[in-house]
């Protein structure tokens, strides 16, 4: 791993590796190829060597003994390469669950952060509602009021209109100028 980005560190065996980010992390290269103490051509050669141990008679105790050796090696063989196998894949599946664990742990922190800003929204909307509905009851109030004075000037004379118009005028126009 490189210095620059990130350090890794195990505290015990079986615990998850503790990584320390000193920049951001653009990419991790894993190697293209891992060798293990067997290959398929060695797998190959294994059961070129021992297939003449396929049809063995019953009486035969020294192919037997060597049967019995083959399954032996064989068997640490292939125990071998499951071991070496765990050995490499073990730190990719911690490194993974580690990223996994922090993502979780990093969208549930955004996500108690969207919710309260969404909580705070939908309050503001809802009092922008409330005004918008008082709003339009001030209108039909203040409609309703127009109405009833229109209805009442109309059966007023010239100078009772008058009269009614000059003490609804409070506006000084003159200082307005």
């Keep these: 791993m490189n210095a620059k980005t990130k350090q890794v560190s195990t505290v015990e ?3 998850i590796p503790e990584i320390k980010i000193d920049g951001p992390i653009v990419a991790i290269q894993y190697p293209a190829k891992v060798d293990y103490s067997e290959t398929e051509v060695t797998a190959k050669e294994l059961a070129a060597k021992y297939s003449h141990l396929k049809q063995l008679s019953v009486d035969n105790k020294e192919s037997y003994s060597e ?3 083959a399954i ?3 068997r640490t063989r292939r125990t071998d390469v499951k071991k070496q196998e765990d050995v490499i894949k073990n730190p ?3 490194f993974r669950k580690l990223v996994i664990d922090v993502s979780k742990k990093v969208r549930g922190l955004l996500q108690t952060t969207e919710d309260s800003l969404k909580a705070e929204k939908a309050r503001l909307d809802d009092i922008k509602a409330e005004r ?3 709003q339009r009851r001030l209108w039909q109030t203040n409609l309703g009021t127009i109405t009833a004075v229109l209805q ?4 007023m004379d ?3 209109l008058k009269s009614a118009l000059d003490a609804q005028n409070l506006y000084d126009f003159e200082a307005l100028d």
């Design 13 to 15: 065996k079986n615990t």
């Design 158 to 160: 010239e100078t009772a």
């Design 152 to 155: 009442t000037v109309g059966g």
């Design 92 to 94: 990719l599946n911690d």
């Design 67 to 69: 049967l019995v050796a």
């Design 72 to 74: 032996a090696d064989i």
């Design 132 to 134: 918008k509905l008082a």
